[in-house]
Structures are given as structure tokens and as C-alpha cells.
T-cell receptor
């Protein structure tokens, strides 16, 4: 399966600032996704990152808060904008190829002070 | 009612025990089923996936799906301390694109 690298692995940020998380895959993949994982809750899909076009956001998530880029088939970024303590969470990148289940990176652990 | 229900545990078992982890679901459209293992400070790692009802075995792990009861299980034989992790069930329809996850069951295997 693809090797997925996420940067940074963790960060502590001040409220009102923004952080960009990078996801790099070692091979071209069809689909890339961004999830949020909060304690005691299931993984929540934020959006599907589409190569060369705007991401597809799930209900409750908007582009102004979580802008996403996917310039090619191996790389995507998620920005968490104007952060508040409620944004403290683990953010996970996942990838999927044709007919295969999703595989995940190790996540970015984000704390907002 | 959540689409996928999973007991959060924690579940503590002695080394060598058989572990049974379970999920129930309500959406009849789910066609494929997965189990992920997540170690502390790591991302979910795909353990097993299956399309059909019945059993699928891989080493010490057996995934069982009962579509008529909307119930899936993961059995771990001869459990080891290295099996201590959170286990997430996941299921979906329509080609793996839209996947619904359980909340995860935390397992601790005690030496």
C-alpha cells in the first residue's frame, strides 16, 4: 500500500492563527481525503481533495475555514484557518486507489491555546 | 440512532485470550466492511476488509459479517500485548468512497 507522510506531526497554535497541514504520498493515487478525529468520536470526513479542482466538502465544513489544495496526484494540503480551541483535534489524510479501501497517514495532532 | 454502533470499551484481556470486537449498523446499503487498528499517536491501519457475509481469516484475525443481522465482528486468537490498540470498524457502499466509521474499541492485552 502507499506510504503516506503528514507534516507537521503535531503543533500547538495560538487562537486566530492558521496552520497548513501537508500530505505527501509515495505514488499516484485516485482519491485523497481529509478527516478529523476527536476523542470518543468516530472519524469525521471533512472533504475530498480533488486534483485540479475545488474540494468537495461535507456538511458542516466550509472552504473558508478549511481550504484544501491538491495540485497533483501525490500531494494535498489542508489549512485550518482562524483557529479556536474547538479546532483542537487530530487531522488525518487518507488515500484510496481504484477498488481499494482507504489508507491513512499518522495524522497531525493540533492543540489551540 | 447512529449508523454504526461500537462499544468504546476499554476491554482488558489476559495474553493468549480470544478477543471478540463487534459493531452493529443500521444502513442496509452498506456493502463492504473493514477493520482498522490504531496504535496510540498513529493513524488507523487497515487490518481486514470484506464484501460478503461470512468469515474471512488472516493469521490470528477473523472478520465475520452477518448482513441479515447487520452485525460484524473481529476475532483475535492468541492475543498478544502488541495487539493493544484501538480497533475501528468501518463500512460503506458505492466503491469505498463514502465510509462510515465506528467510534473504536480500546483493547488492552495484559501480559
Amino acid at each position: 500500500s502507499a506510504v503516506i507522510s503528514q507534516k507537521p506531526s503535531r503543533d500547538i497554535c495560538q487562537r486566530g492563527t492558521s496552520l497548513t497541514i501537508q500530505c505527501q504520498v509515495d505514488s499516484q493515487v485516485t482519491m485523497m481525503f481529509w478527516y478529523r478525529q476527536q476523542p470518543g468520536q468516530s472519524l469525521t470526513l471533512i472533504a475530498t481533495a480533488n486534483q485540479g479542482s475545488e474540494a468537495t466538502y461535507e456538511s458542516g465544513f466550509v472552504i473558508d475555514k478549511f481550504p484544501i489544495s491538491r495540485p497533483n496526484l501525490t500531494f494535498s494540503t489542508l489549512t485550518v484557518s482562524n483557529m479556536s480551541p474547538e479546532d483542537s483535534s487530530i487531522y488525518l489524510c487518507s488515500v484510496r486507489d481504484q477498488g481499494q479501501p482507504q489508507h491513512f497517514g499518522d495524522g497531525t495532532r493540533l492543540s489551540i491555546l | 440512532q447512529k449508523e454504526v454502533e461500537q462499544d468504546p470499551g476499554p476491554l482488558s484481556v489476559p495474553e493468549g485470550a480470544i478477543v471478540s470486537l463487534n459493531c452493529t449498523y443500521s444502513n442496509s446499503a452498506f456493502q463492504y466492511f473493514m477493520w482498522y487498528r490504531q496504535y496510540s499517536r498513529k493513524g488507523p491501519e487497515l487490518l481486514m476488509y470484506t464484501y460478503s457475509s461470512g468469515n474471512k481469516e488472516d493469521g490470528r484475525f477473523t472478520a465475520q459479517v452477518d448482513k441479515s443481522s447487520k452485525y460484524i465482528s473481529l476475532f483475535i486468537r492468541d492475543s498478544q500485548p502488541s495487539d493493544s490498540a484501538t480497533y475501528l470498524c468501518a463500512m460503506g457502499s458505492g466503491g469505498y468512497q463514502k465510509v462510515t466509521f465506528g467510534t473504536g474499541t480500546k483493547l488492552q492485552v495484559i501480559p
